[in-house]
């Protein structure tokens, strides 16, 4: 059961199913589910990996973006001037 919910939390890319099922690793006695959960883990490991690097890239594509804005805003000048 633990396994099949943790091919489901992979396959939809839920990362609170995913944590939720990492915190509750059952104890495995069976060398086929014990092969499976490894691979399982891995293939749940790269995709963490994955969306933290697409995460990564597109926060430095933001600050590219802002900080273009930013050099191309005109300069701001006061309304009031009270020059006498």
Known sequence: ????????????????SLTTLMESLPKLEDPKEIDEAVYLIKA???????????????????????DFLNATK???TSKLDVKS
Not at 1 to 16: G, S, Y
Not at 51 to 59: A, E, F, G, Y
């Open 1 to 16: 059961m633990w396994l099949n919910k943790l091919k489901i939390a992979i396959i939809e890319k839920d990362m609170d």
């Open 74 to 76: 005109a300069p701001h």
């Open 44 to 66: 749940g490991k790269e995709l963490v990996e994955g969306l933290r690097d697409d995460t990564k890239n597109s926060m430095l594509q933001m600050k590219k973006n802002i």
